[in-house]
């Protein structure tokens, strides 16, 4: 069924509602303590297969394993398995400590057990003030902390968590993230995170899962996904502001591969090709806009060209400036405090050994 050391192993899983095929034989090996993020945009199948792997969904094809253990027709209560929703969920009628106690007293856990049990996940979420409060006291970060003791509560080896930071507001979703962090680091429990947050992702997996119709596109670690992604919708999705892309050819000069936008000529030496460049193919050149940089910078750079500012937008800590290449659109992040203007003429420059290449037909990396 897999490597022993596997927390969730999913094998050859689909999923079909009616003609519709939402997971297409699927698999996916958890490692024990891992903390997997599945992260695509909706409708991708990632709560799809979060709600398989807790037995919410009966999977049309294939197997589902947890611990060991054949569970894929098992029930829900019978899986091992804790789960946080987007929706809080809590019974409205009973303070905080009833709500983390009420799964508890249903399995007839010991009074003693149940208290012990409680007063952890409350130490650990820092609720002790709260115990006493019904959800209508509580904030809303509040609210999905005493959803996730609840979780806690049951001591169990695996848990699910479903877009749980989804309804909160901007900071609180950033302290929250934090704390879910610091949970999974105390825990050592193996954790699969569901979220379209591509922010959300690459700061909380140790491995992200990059889902689009129903299939995993690539799974890595953050930095692996950032740095190689495997095909241009990966590289699209992942990183705030987006790669850009720029369409030409791959052409040989003096025996080298150099990639043709327009009257822009770019040495691909440095660029460590997956296969064989053939001269003549379409292709997509993806540069990260803060990989771009300007001035004396750029001049130091394998390649470098002028270039005029045409729009810039203040970010804050920094500002995203619009310039061309190839007569393509080309983004680069720039300190806020020595930002160029519009009409401004810079000189931009990169390493193409940090870019990432793509064929114009199959999307995938070159």
């Known amino acids: ?31 024990k303590g891992e903390f997997i993020v599945l992260l695509g945009p909706s409708g991708c199948g990632k709560s799809t297969l979060l709600n398989c792997i807790a037995g919410l969904l009966d999977v049309s094809g294939g197997q ?3 611990e060991g253990r054949n569970v894929t027709w098992e029930e829900p209560k019978d899986r091992g398995i804790a789960m946080v929703f987007q929706s809080y969920a809590l019974y409205p009628q009973m303070t905080v400590e009833g709500n983390l106690s009420f799964g508890l007293k249903n399995a007839r856990l010991p009074r003693d057990e149940i208290d012990r049990r409680v007063k952890r996940a409350s130490e650990i979420l820092q609720i002790e003030p709260l115990l006493k409060r ?63 947050d591509q922010i959300e992702a690459m700061t909380l997996a140790d ?13 890595d670690a953050p930095h692996a996904i950032y740095a190689r992604p495997v095909n241009r919708f990966v590289a699209g999705f992942i990183g705030a502001p987006g790669m850009n892309f720029i369409d030409g050819t791959i052409e040989e000069a003096g025996g080298k591969p150099v990639f043709r936008a327009g009257d822009a000529r770019i040495d691909l030496s440095r660029y460590s090709f997956e296969g064989r460049s053939e001269a003549g193919r379409k292709a997509v ?27 810039v937008e203040p970010m804050g800590s920094d500002t995203l400036a619009w310039t061309s290449l190839g007569g393509q659109n080309l983004s680069m992040r720039a300190d806020s405090e020595k930002a160029p203007r519009p009409g401004d003429r810079i000189r931009i420059g990169f390493d193409p050994g940090r870019a990432s290449i793509f064929d114009a037909g199959t999307d995938m990396r070159l």
């Open 1 to 31: 069924m897999g490597a022993t050391n596997s927390s969730v192993v999913v094998r050859e899983v689909s999923l079909n509602f009616g003609a519709v095929e939402v997971l297409k034989s699927l698999n996916l090996d958890v490692r």
């Open 64 to 66: 589902i394993f947890i």
């Open 134 to 196: 019904k959800p209508a006291a509580l904030s809303g970060g509040q609210r999905q902390r005493v959803a996730i003791g609840r979780a806690l509560v049951r001591d169990v080896d695996v848990f699910l968590f479903d877009e749980p930071l989804s309804n909160l507001d901007a900071k609180l979703r950033n302290e929250l993230r934090v704390e879910i962090k610091r949970l999974h680091q105390r825990l050592a429990n193996t954790m699969i995170y569901v979220t379209h």
């Open 207 to 219: 491995r992200i899962a990059v889902m689009r119709g129903g299939i995993i596109q690539q799974l």
């Open 285 to 311: 050149f993806g540069v990260r806009p803060e990989h771009v940089a300007t001035g004396e910078a750029a001049s130091a750079m394998p390649f470098s060209a002028e270039a005029s500012v045409e729009i």
